[in-house]
């Protein structure tokens, strides 16, 4: 079965820096993955996702992530953070294994990232 | 792009008391629709999905139970509230395949006193 594993539940950093979110996958497959951003009270809204079409994936805001199999990682990074950044970040996986034909996301347990002045 | 109604956005309920919340989709036909909990610094805990009209799983034994009596209506309910079922609850649908990603509402806060 597939899983994600998110490194730091808490990221923070200064506006202006490197912006890096660690998540690493596991599957026997090759993976569907994706990034969410959850602002306080709020849904959660699609960043990027990796399809295997292309393994840098650039999404919203200035995000992108690099697909790496051999490291089984998709850290998401911004060059530059912005105040507007400070959120809840959540990487996830395509489960084929429930779900149907649709799959289920299989979450990990979210970063919370916070920028400071 | 699908859009995910979801209501209220915050409710306090009682122990004991009945718990109704309900999630309608639009934009797509034939979604799995979900229903995910998150408690603080716990992440996203799925509760149910559903593939179809009438066709509910459940991941974790818990006090709450989830209808879909229509393609694109999703109802999260519970008889008897417990204190342990406060937080906050997420709606989600997924179609298009194993590529696509889900669509999310905008969450009820549900605190339970």
């Known amino acids: 079965a597939q899983s994600v594993t998110q490194l730091g539940s808490h990221v923070s950093v200064s506006e202006g820096a490197l912006v890096l979110l660690r998540c690493n996958y596991s599957?026997?497959?090759?993976?569907?993955l994706f990034w969410y951003v959850q602002y306080p009270n709020q849904g959660l809204q699609l960043l990027l996702k990796?399809?295997?079409?292309?393994?840098l994936v650039k999404g919203i805001n200035g995000f992108e992530a690099e697909f790496k199999k051999s490291e089984t990682s998709f850290h998401l990074t911004k060059p530059s953070a912005h105040m507007s950044d400070a959120a809840e970040y959540f990487c996830?996986?395509?489960?084929?294994?429930?779900?149907?034909?649709?799959?289920?996301?299989?979450f990990g347990k979210g970063t919370k990232l916070s920028v400071k002045p | 792009s699908q859009t995910i109604h979801q209501w209220p956005a915050t409710l306090v309920q009682p122990v004991g008391s009945p718990l109704s919340l309900e999630c309608t989709v639009e934009?797509?036909?034939?979604?799995?629709l979900y229903w995910y909990r998150q408690a603080a610094g716990r992440g996203l805990q799925l509760l149910f999905y559903?593939?179809?009209?009438?066709?509910i799983s459940s991941e974790v034994p818990q006090n709450l139970s989830a209808s879909r009596p229509q393609d694109r209506q999703f109802i999260l309910s519970s008889k008897k509230l417990l204190l342990s079922d406060s937080g906050f609850y997420l709606c989600?649908?997924?179609?298009?395949?194993?590529?696509?990603?889900?669509?999310f509402g905008q969450g009820t806060r549900l605190t339970v006193v």
């Open positions: 989600a649908s997924k179609s298009g395949g194993q590529y696509t990603e889900a669509f």
């Open positions: 599957s026997s497959v090759p993976p569907y």
């Open positions: 990796y399809t295997s079409a292309a393994t």
């Open positions: 996830a996986v395509s489960d084929d294994s429930r779900g149907g034909s649709q799959g289920n996301l299989i």
């Open positions: 934009g797509t036909s034939n979604p799995n």
């Open positions: 559903s593939v179809g009209i009438g066709q």
